[in-house]
């Protein structure tokens, strides 16, 4: 899932009401990872998308029921779900599967940090719904020059390392185009959140569910083939981070608006990086996380979070708004 959200709040709330719930979110989304990880052990990762779009819909579709809400019943709205459910959740989840069976999950976390790098000059040359400014023309600089860093691109031999990096790197990008795609077409629709997401892990799932035999060759395997790790995984994906995330992501935004929520996305890659460190005992070389400061720094300047001082006499901009991060 991702989205962009225009809800502000006029109150601020005390920190404890939404910090905790951010901490939680930046977790499983960062853990999200390491899940992936053992998943692709015993699954086909379009199998794991499968799984996990599959338990996220029934989550979703849960809390419909709990809420006494419907799906989408305009056509053109299940139209423009049908494209999201692809770029934003059966794509990109296959592309990390695959990636994480040739690079440590951690590195993946690394690459889903550069999504709202990507995000800008797609909203500004082809859905046209921003506009370039000095500031984020150069927040895009600092970030790809970071981006080179993380590649190591100095010391390119090729082989899998490179080859996943690049699958992760194109999952982020399929997550750029999917947030300002749902921003001009679907953003201004009545319909729920929750039934909008719901939506689209619906098409994401009919979709893999056609594709991935054909890719494949080969039917899904039982559950009870599969170990209680990589279950437990597919489980956690789905209805973690795909489902209870999405409603707590949600909560946080109406507390305190898109563009705080959005600082989930520099947690995240943290997480990434100590689950994979402590729990699957994956190593960094040490210019993978200082390309990831490099990419985050690129990140803030772009979205304003780091601005230029206003002199006196000037009436300061309007910060920009930044985007919230997509489940990864």
Not at 173 to 190: D, H
Not at 252 to 263: K, Q, V
Request: aromatic share 8%; with cysteine; proline share 8%.
């Amino acid at each position: 899932m991702s989205g962009v959200s225009t809800l502000t709040t006029p109150d601020k709330p005390p920190v404890r009401a939404w910090l905790p719930t951010m901490v939680t979110l930046a977790a499983i989304w960062g853990c999200s990872f390491l899940f992936i990880s053992v998943g692709v052990r015993e699954l086909h990762p379009m199998y794991l998308a499968l799984g996990r779009v599959i338990a996220g819909s029934v989550v979703l579709l849960a809390f419909l029921a709990i809420k006494r809400e419907s799906l989408p019943r305009e056509p053109r709205l299940w139209a423009h779900t049908f494209v999201i459910g692809a770029i934003g959740s059966a794509i990109p989840w296959t592309l990390f599967g695959y990636g994480e069976q040739r690079v440590p999950s951690l590195l993946a976390g690394i690459w889903n940090g550069i999504t709202p790098l990507v995000v800008l000059p797609v909203a500004v040359l082809v859905f046209r719904t921003e506009k370039f400014t000095a500031q984020r023309v150069i927040g895009l600089l600092i970030g790809f020059a970071g981006m080179m860093v993380v590649l190591g691109a100095w010391n390119i031999e090729g082989g899998a390392d490179l080859t996943g990096q690049l699958l992760c790197m194109a999952a982020a990008v399929c997550y750029g185009i999917a947030v300002p795609y749902q921003k001009r077409f679907v953003a201004g629709s009545k319909v729920s959140g929750t039934a909008l997401s719901a939506s689209l892990l619906l098409c994401a799932t009919i979709q893999l569910a056609i594709v991935a035999p054909i890719v494949t060759g080969a039917a899904p395997p039982m559950p009870w083939t599969l170990s209680p790790e990589v279950i437990g995984s597919v489980l956690a994906l789905g209805g973690l981070g795909s489902g209870i995330a999405f409603v707590l992501s949600m909560r946080n935004i109406r507390l305190i608006g898109a563009s705080m929520s959005s600082m989930v996305t520099y947690l995240m890659p943290i997480f990434a990086i100590v689950v994979g460190v402590l729990v699957l005992d994956e190593h960094l070389t040490w210019y993978q996380p200082v390309g990831a400061l490099v990419v985050l720094t690129g990140v803030a300047v772009s979205q304003g979070v780091v601005r230029r001082p206003v002199r006196s006499g000037k009436k300061p901009r309007k910060p920009l708004q930044p985007t919230v991060a997509p489940v990864p």
